[in-house]
Every structure is written in structure tokens, then in C-alpha cells.
């Protein structure tokens, strides 16, 4: 049974670096073709997709973020951290991670975690 | 970047209606495209991954169609619990890209 869960500060200020952990199990991220993923959402808006990082430390970002986002994975500890640096009010948003299964489709959330930017 | 939209943006239907929603990529994506369901308050639910495979333990009124740059998520027969908002996401580029929804409500 996977499960994947996200961890981290409810609240930061602008121009703070934001630390977040996604802590899973029932799947290893040393398997091959597995990965894992953070997509947001802004209160009342779309999903927007944020990064990538695959079993084989591939990473990809989207490229309106990725000069701000870093991912990263702890195998030993089943988890994976996004940082995010410069946050401003509009990155206030529930962030979600989530399975990648394939390469291509998210089969299991976490339930999400919601981070608000305010002084 | 590959763009995805959807129409329409919203729609009121009522209970046993077919529903069709459409999303559409700004350029051919094959059929590397997904469908989410979500719920006020609740994360995303795989529907339809490869543009018309039924996710493991979805109902059978759920289906999908398309490739290229059209795609439809149809619902069959709406029940009560299928009203949420539904999106598109598109995996062909590994920057993965979510359309901006569709949200069912009750006409």
C-alpha cells in the first residue's frame, strides 16, 4: 500500500526559503521507472506542476520555477525535499506530493500541506 | 512549454446525465494524457491515464478518447458523487503540464 505524506512550515515570510518533506511508503525510490513528484494549488485555482525526481536522480523542473526550486531524495530515509527560495505571497498554495507511476501519471497523493507567504 | 486547455470551464448537470468534457494540448501529444478527479478539500484521484485506460477501481461510467491534441473525458451516467472539479494533464513533455479544469456542479 503506497502513501506519501508532506511535511513543513504552514506559515514563512516573503523572501524566505521554503523546506518541504515528502515522507512515503510501500514503494522504494531505488526502483526502477519510480518516481516521485510536487504539483501545488493556489486557494480556489488549478494544479500547477513543480518538479520531478526519478529513482535514477534524474530531476526536472518547470521551467517558470526552476531558477527558485531544488528536489531531492533520501532513499535510505524514503523521502524527498523541495526547496523553494524567494517565496512571495503568491506562493501561497496547498503542495502535494504525489507517486509518479511510468514516468507518466500520478496514482497516489499525499494529502497535500498548505504553506501560506504573509509578514 | 505544452499548453493544455479545457471547455467548458465549468457546467451544471443533473444526476444521470452524460457529460462530456474536452481538453485540448497546444501541440500533438500522442495519448500521453491523464485525467484527475478532485474534491473540495481532497487531493487529486487518477480517472483515465493514457488517454482512455481506466484507472484500477474507477467506475466503468468514466471513459476517455483522443490523442494527438483533442481529448474527451466523458461520464456516462452522472451520480452524485462525481460532482468535482476534473483535470487534464499531459505527460509527453517531462515537464508535465495540468489543464486549468472543469468544474461539475448540480443543475
Known amino acids: 500500500q503506497i502513501t506519501l505524506k508532506e511535511s513543513g512550515p504552514t506559515l514563512v515570510k516573503p523572501t524566505q526559503t521554503l523546506t518541504l518533506t515528502c515522507t512515503f511508503s510501500g514503494f522504494s525510490l531505488s526502483t526502477s521507472g519510480v518516481g516521485v513528484g510536487w504539483i501545488r494549488q493556489p486557494p480556489g485555482k488549478a494544479l500547477e506542476w513543480l518538479a520531478l525526481i526519478y529513482w535514477d536522480d534524474d530531476k526536472r523542473y518547470s521551467p517558470s520555477l526552476k531558477s527558485r526550486l531544488t528536489i531531492t531524495k533520501d532513499t535510505s530515509k524514503n523521502q524527498v525535499v523541495l526547496t523553494m527560495t524567494n517565496m512571495d505571497p503568491v506562493d501561497t498554495a496547498t503542495y502535494y506530493c504525489?507517486?509518479?507511476?511510468?514516468?507518466?501519471?500520478?496514482?497516489?497523493w499525499g494529502q497535500g500541506t498548505l504553506v501560506t507567504v504573509s509578514s | 512549454d505544452i499548453q493544455m486547455t479545457q471547455s467548458p470551464s465549468s457546467l451544471s448537470a443533473s444526476v444521470g446525465d452524460r457529460v462530456t468534457i474536452t481538453c485540448r494540448a497546444s501541440q500533438s501529444i500522442s495519448s500521453y494524457l491523464n485525467w484527475y478527479q478532485q474534491k473540495p478539500g481532497k487531493a487529486p484521484k487518477l480517472l483515465i491515464y493514457?488517454?482512455?485506460s481506466l484507472q484500477s477501481g474507477v467506475p466503468s461510467r468514466f471513459s476517455g478518447s483522443g490523442s494527438g491534441t483533442d481529448f474527451t473525458l466523458t461520464i456516462s451516467s452522472l451520480q452524485p458523487e462525481d460532482f468535482a472539479t476534473y483535470y487534464c494533464?499531459?505527460?509527453?513533455?517531462?515537464?508535465?503540464?495540468f489543464g486549468p479544469g472543469t468544474k461539475v456542479d448540480i443543475k
Open positions: 494533464q499531459q505527460s509527453y513533455s517531462t515537464h508535465f503540464t
Open positions: 493514457a488517454a482512455s
Open positions: 504525489a507517486h509518479l507511476r511510468g514516468a507518466d501519471n500520478f496514482d497516489y
